[in-house]
């Protein structure tokens, strides 16, 4: 009988806590528009891009923005050295990124979240033996643990997502088994073993759905290391092939006529940067958004 009066009142709360999503923030939109924009512009890279990326002209190499002084309209934010069109190169390589940021913040998220759901949820000997692998990945720099893995992988989109895999799932661990403990011993969850709820059972229908909201957050932070450790992978030339524009080439190709024309490394650089920031500007909208002490502190 206290079983079944507690199954109900903790119910409604997690429901309640999924209806949080509907608060949704200013930075959560501010977020959510940014990633939504560099997601169109990968769908959309062939009608949007004025020029094929890999097309040479060299005929105006070097050329500086259309508004200054000798510019072209044709090529609105200049050429680099091999005269390719800056404004269609930076559009392209949107494509890479979104590949890559979706990809393997949903690989490690996946991986991160079972360790953690099996750590959290069973203790003893198992969080042990997890918690000792996750202590031994994390004491190896990240990039240089990606760097090492690329080199053994070999280059392509597929060995950078599972390089970026296999480094940041002990993120997603770490974090989110916290919250597996502590929903564990809640009375809810109690109950539903009390009921018969198998291991299995318990897990995806009473602490899956209450550590979601930290999955999702750190979802999209993810999607902001992954387009940073790619282009730094690509800028080293351990990413993408030769044919394949990514804004850590664009950086590359460029910095051998950054006096000349710096419009060249500016250009992926700002790309860089307004793609991690709506990531990482969605996920503390996010936060705010789901977990009512910050959503107040905000508002106060």
């Known amino acids: 009988m206290q079983a079944e009066s507690v199954v109900p009142r903790n119910v409604g709360a997690r429901r309640s806590a999924w209806q949080r999503i509907g608060t949704i923030s200013f930075k959560t939109w501010v977020g959510l528009f940014i990633v939504l924009l560099a997601l169109f512009a990968a769908c959309a890279a062939p009608w949007l891009a004025p020029h094929n990326p890999n097309e040479q002209d060299l005929l105006n190499m070097l050329l500086p923005l259309m508004w200054a002084s000798g510019g072209n309209a044709s090529f609105p934010l200049g050429t680099d050295g091999l005269g390719q069109c800056i404004l ?14 979706v990809s393997a913040a949903t690989g490690a998220m996946l991986v991160g979240v079972l360790m953690a759901m ?13 918690g000792y692998v996750v202590d031994l990945w994390m004491s ?27 480094v940041d799932w002990t993120r997603f661990c770490r974090v989110v088994r916290s919250d597996v403990i502590v929903v564990r011993r809640r009375q809810y969850v109690v ?75 500016l250009t992926p650089v700002f ?9 990482n500007t969605l996920g503390d909208g996010l936060r705010e958004s789901l977990d009512p002490a910050l959503r107040d502190r905000a508002k106060d």
Do not use: Q
């Not at 269609?88 to 940021?101: D, H, L, P």
């Open 140 to 166: 190896f720099p990240p990039v240089v643990l990606a760097l090492v893995l690329m080199v053994g992988l070999g280059t392509g989109v597929f060995n950078v997502i599972l390089a970026i895999v296999l």
């Open 88 to 101: 269609s190169r930076a559009i392209y390589g949107t494509r890479v990124a979104i590949i890559v940021a």
């Open 191 to 265: 109950a539903a073993r009390l009921l018969g709820f198998g291991h299995l059972k318990t897990m995806l229908s009473e602490i899956l759905p209450a550590v979601a909201p930290l999955i999702i957050t750190l979802f999209t932070l993810e999607m902001g290391v992954a387009v940073i450790v790619e282009a730094i992978l690509s800028f080293v030339g351990l990413s993408v092939p030769a044919d394949t524009v990514a804004w850590g080439v664009m950086i590359a190709d460029s910095r051998n006529y950054l006096h000349e024309a710096p419009w060249g490394m």
């Open 271 to 279: 790309c860089i940067f307004l793609m991690v920031l709506g990531c």
């Open 118 to 130: 099996l750590a959290g949820y069973f203790g003893g000997w198992v969080d042990r033996i997890i």
